[in-house]
Each structure stands twice: as C-alpha cells, then as structure tokens.
C-alpha cells in the first residue's frame, strides 16, 4: 500500500479508531492488531512476500530466547551467526545473485573462458533491506548484552513488521522500537497534531515536489545525449530534489502515523541540503542508515582509531557497503566511492566533526541565528558535490553517468534550456515549486522539520496547513507513483 | 482525544472551504502554467463550438471524435453537397465525452447519419482532458456532474469547482466566433482549420499511447451505439488516418475487430490512400491537403455526392 494512495487514506483512519476505541484497553490487543494492520499493509503489494517477513520475524526472535538462555560464548556466537546468514542470505538472493552472477561471467568471459549463466528471475520484494538491518540490529544488540531478549512474540512481530516504517524506514534500533512495544501507550493530543503536521509536510514533498521533478528528471537521464549542458544541469538538480523529497517525504509520513498511534521514530533526514562539508551532510542524510552502519559496521572494524592507513580503509568500506547496499549496480558502487573521495580530505585535516552543534545560520548551543558569508559557499560548494554524486546514482551505468557529467562541462551550458523541454513539461512550474519549497525548508531548518512551527497564531498556522493541501491538489501528479526507495 | 477529534471536525470543513476559495483565486488570477491540475475557460475551439451548437437542429451529418474529427471533417464540403452539417469534435474527445454531448445535443440535432471517428488511443485514454475541457467550455449541468463523479479525477474536481464559480460570479458575455489558438482559424459549423504544412512530430513524455482498453469508455460507447439505434440515426465508424509509424504503436488487428461489432466500420489507415508524411502536420492530424483528399474520399466512401443518396 502506497501512503500517496486513496487505499491509505482510508485505511489509516480506520485503523486509528480500531487501535484507539476498540483495543485502546489492552496493549496486547493494540500489538496484534498493529501486526495484522502491518502484514494487510505489506501484503496489499505481494502477499507472498510475507512468508519471508514471517520466517525472519521466528527466526530473530527464537535466537533472541536462545541467547538469554545461552552464556557460552562459542555458541552465542553461532546464534549470532545464524541470524546474519538467514538474514543477509534472503538479502543477498533476492538482491545480489544476479548482480555477481553477471559480473562473474562478465569477468570470465574478459579471460576468453565461457561458463553457463544460472541466473535467477526474481522479483525483489518491497522494502527488504529495511526490514532485514532492522531485525539485525535486534540479534546483535541481544548478542551484545545491550537489550534484553523479548519473551513477547507478538511485541516482536509488531516491532520487525511495523507498518509505517516497514519498507522504507526509518530503520528502527530495537533499543528505540522494542520497548515501546511493551509499555501502554495513551493518546497524546500535542504529539498526534505533530504526527497529521508531518504527514501533510511528508505528503507534499513527495507528490508536488519529487513527482514534479521526477518528470524532468526521467526525462533528461533518458535522453543525455540529445540535450544541452544546461539542461543535464537542470534535470541533475530536479534528481536532487526529487530523491531528497522522495525519500524524506516517505520518512515523514511513517514518523507522523506512528505518531499518531503513539510511537516515536527516530528522525531520518535533517535538512540536508543546507550542510556545509559533506560529514555534515551524511550526519543530515538517510540518518538511521548512516548510524546503524557506524554502530554495526565502522565501529567494529576499528573506526577512527589505529594508523591513518586502517582510519581511510574504514572510511572507504563504509561507504562502499552504503552505496551496494542500495543497489546491486555499480552505479551505487560509485556514488559511494566518490562520497567517500569527498569524505576523505575532511579526514585527513580532521575537520570532519565540524558542525556538529549547529545547523547554518543557527546556533543550538547559544540558541541564536548568526550570519557568516563563508558558510553560505561552503553549503553552495557541499550541495553541488552531491548533485554531481546524485548523477552516478540515477544513472543506468557508470558510462552513462561518465557522459554526462562530461556533457555538462561545454559552451551550451550558457543557454537556457528550451520551453517545456520540448516535450510539454511544466518547467517554470515545477522551478517555483522547487523554490517555495527551499524557503520554506530554509525557515524551518532549526526544527525537526519545515513546518513544524510555523506562527505562534493559531489562524496563520491553520491557512498554511490549509494552502499546502491547496497546493497538494494543484500541482500534484496525479498518477500515483511508488517511492523510489522502495526498490532497495 | 475528544479535543483531537473536535479540532478535525472543524479544521475538515474549514480546509474545504479554504481549498473552494483558493481555486478560485488561482483560476481567475494566475497564468494557466500555475494551475497546473485545473483548467479553466479560454476562448478555444471547443467554447465556440459548444456555444454554436445550441444554434442548430435537423442536421443531416453530424461528427464526433477527437481533434482528429474536428480538425479533419471539413463541414464546408458537406455544405457545398446540400447537407446540413455540424462537427462536434473536441480535444481529445473519448467515448465518456461523447455520450454526455449526445446526451445534451442528440434530440435537438436529431441527425440522419453520425460520422464518428473512433482509434484505439481515444479507447485507452482516461478521458481526463477531454472531461476538463468540456467541463470548463460548455453547460453546466447534470451530464457535466454525472461525468465528474465517473471520472472522479483531482483534475476535473478541481476545473469543476472553478466553473461553479464562475457560472455563479462570471457575467456572461457574448462568445466569439473567432478563436485565440495559434494558426487555427474556426469555421462555422465546428471544423478547425489549422494552417501548418509542415510536417512536425508530437513529443511527448510518459505512456501517451497506452494499449488496454479502459472499461469505462468500452461502457460508453455501447451506450452511444444503443442511443443511435433506439433513435433509428446511422452511425458510421471510421478511423481517421495516422502516419504509418504512428498506427503501427497500436494493436490495431484486435481494436477492429472489437470495434467492427458494433456497426459500420471503416479504417482509412488499411486504404493506401495517405501514406506520405506530406499528408501531415504531426503524427496524429492530417495537414490542409490530407485533409482535402481524405475529406473526398470520405465523400467517395459514403456516396454523399451521389444524388439518389441524400440523408
């Protein structure tokens, strides 16, 4: 079920009344029915899928029980293990088998030597990395002795299944998710209006902003080759906006409906476009991700301590694993390749921890806004680098991300890309769209997100709600279009 | 909770009311590529048209269709033959469309013979533009409603709402024959003539030339099909031609067939008549000199010169 779909919006008010009028009285009642509420969710796609939801959700759960019970450190070990290979093996064959299989034979074939192709048609399902790091970081912080094994299967079930955040995240720590599964939960007036805010703000970065780009955006990287520089230039900026709003949009609505039913998700984007170096701007971007591959990935192999030579490996393994755990494509490859090039001088010059206390132009410490010119290159110099690096990630090969950063650099760069592109697109719309949008972001940017406070007037606030569902319905698309992070 | 709930139920209607205002605002007072999901009244063909239409009765030929059909059936060459004609084309007029202008049209016309173009793209098509269009340019009345709640677009709620409003708010005033569409010139009785020789292919982005049938427009046409026969009119089918690479997008082998069930059917692209591009403006019209030669051989087809058959 897509959040930008009618079958959504019915099936959340539904929902809400069932979760807080008819099993309201028992938090396990509350549990099952946020775990039917969830699989009818992930079902609505592919029903089939949920064999896999339902075999990982046993399968973490029972190496959970075993490990409470468990103090030989050779066998927690093995439970540890077991975890990581069903989990990444469902991973690894629903998502990578083609990818090494192809290069496999694509290698052997480059040395003269001809093997059969045993590859796989396989659908990927929905949101399978999501789920699968999610359950992982549960086995692990058991193994870990950071959290306590449930005993609650259906707490757990509603924990690895939850419908919001189920298959595009926030990828949920079970030491954040899991206990709020156990405690009763009562209605929160103030946190419920946050949760509708977010929803509405999420909603419309995704079907007024990213659709709107989407359209320019597909429509520039399909033909590269015929356009001019300056309009590679535009369509790579609309990529920009539109995974940006395509995927914090999707973020935002799963915090706001859990929200709404009383959980709190951890924040997933934090105005990222605004960093100023590119540590600033991976501490903003895909948060949980980020995190969890620090805390289960960077910190294990070492970090940032030992020789200069292990810090720069750890840097260069942590961002390639980001960038193929988005895709099996080399593309991905490098796009994380080339932000850890972009990572790596701030390293080096141990500027990487900059800003961390302040967003630009604003001081959390002292609680003020302030004004330095050299920020404001720095943030146009960090955003340019990730447009550059949004092109190796919308591409279809790296050849073809090649030929078109190449395209971008000569003279037609100068022109102004022709009227609808040629082709009808609404250009000059969606470029005032783009620019309401940064105000609006930009105002925002001390909060957790655009519009969580908006006037102290009760009247203002009301129109602005009101004039961005005007404008959901005025420049939506109104094709419903998936989320793209859903294909990861 | 309770406060949740009440503060809803207010921000609900509201919300509507706000949304009502604002598409008012943005259809009176800004440009057409800021009102991106609403369509609002020009001063185009299909107003003049629909305006014009209420003028006539007793005609003896009537067309319906898409552009293809009001910028191909060229009235004038009816009228030279003695016939009383009118062309009740619109952009991208599907069945749906159809049947609501017959609905509103049909018994004060009462035609002899209905010359309907019919392709596979108006049948795959959801009927969205050609709904806003007549919603926007023509009466507002039950048909336009009905039509509004089969399609149930965000788009045509939205045009709808503007033209509420301005059928409230808007003084009437008297519609021009003339049109403010580039290199088109509207002759009386419908037919756009559109003076562009050259030959310059549509692009467009997306699935523009979807292949599936969509059910509804299958429904309506049925309808039309029942609504000509209860009222004893002869309803010919024809599809107006494409340019080759154009026609072969399409599944043309089961559109024919589907579409030969329901009456008389004629395929002008199967007649190796306007092969050559220099018949068209763009893959989809014929220019003024296919339409000339095509408008004969409709003549020629129907035996419309012919004296001893005068519908």
Known sequence: MLFNSIDFAIFLPILFVLYWFVTNKNLRYQNILIVAASYIFYGWWDWRFLSLICFSTIVDYTIGVLLSKQNKEIKRKLLLVTSIVVNLGFLGIFKYYNFFIDNFVSLFTFFGKEIPVYSLNLVLPVGISFYTFQTLSYSIDVYKRKLQPTHDFIAFAAFVSFFPQLVAGPIERATNLLPQFYSKRTFNYNKAVDGLKQILWGLFKKVVIADNCAEIANYVFDNSNNLSASTLVLGALCFTFQIYGDFSGYSDIAIGTARLFGFSLMKNFSFPYFSRDIAEFWRRWHISLSTWFRDYLYIPIGGSKGSKFKQLRNTFVIFLVSGFWHGANWTFIAWGLLNAIYFIPLQLTKNNRKNLYSIIGYDFTQKKYYFKLFEYLQMVITFSLTVIAWIFFRATEITHACNYIISIFNKSIFTIPPKGLGVGLNLSTTIILILFFIILEWKGRRFHYAIESLSKYKALRWFAYCFIIFSIGMYMKTTESPFIYFQF | ?311
């Open chain 2, 1 to 311: 909770m309770k406060k949740f709930l009440k503060q809803i139920l207010i921000f609900i209607p509201v919300s509507i009311i706000t949304y009502f205002i604002l598409i008012c605002i943005w259809g009176s007072y800004f440009p057409n590529f800021l009102c991106s999901n609403l369509i609002t009244s020009k001063n185009n063909n299909t107003k003049v048209r629909l305006n014009e239409v209420t003028n006539y009765e007793n005609i003896d030929i009537l067309f319906l269709g898409s552009s293809r059909a009001f910028s191909t059936f060229d009235v004038r060459m009816y009228e030279e033959l003695g016939y009383k004609v009118f062309n009740l084309g619109s952009s991208g007029q599907s069945p749906i469309q159809t049947e609501v202008l017959l609905n509103r049209y049909l018994d004060k016309l009462n035609p002899k013979l209905i010359i309907y173009e019919v392709s596979p793209k108006v049948f795959a098509s959801d009927g969205i533009e050609s709904a806003t269009d007549i919603i926007a340019n023509g009466e507002l009345d039950y048909y336009s409603f009905d039509m509004a709640i089969n399609l149930m677009h965000l788009k045509i709620l939205n045009t709808l709402i503007f033209r509420i409003y301005s059928e409230v708010f808007y003084k009437k005033t008297q519609i021009p024959l003339s049109i403010d569409e580039p290199k088109r010139t509207y002759i009386k009785g419908g037919f756009v003539q559109v003076d562009l020789k050259e030959y310059n292919p549509l692009k467009r982005i997306g699935n523009w030339r979807k292949k599936e049938m969509n059910k509804k427009q299958v429904e309506a046409f049925e309808n039309i099909v029942t609504m000509a026969k209860n009222r004893e009119i002869k309803l010919s089918l024809v599809q107006v031609p494409f340019t080759k690479e154009e026609y072969l997008q399409y599944d043309n082998q089961s559109f024919n067939e589907f579409i030969s069930k329901y009456g008389s059917y004629y395929d002008f692209n199967q007649i190796e008549l306007l092969t050559d591009k220099k018949y068209f403006r763009d893959n989809l019209h014929l220019n003024t000199e296919g339409v000339l030669v095509f408008n004969k051989q409709i003549i020629k087809q129907f035996k419309l010169a012919d004296e001893q058959i005068k519908y």
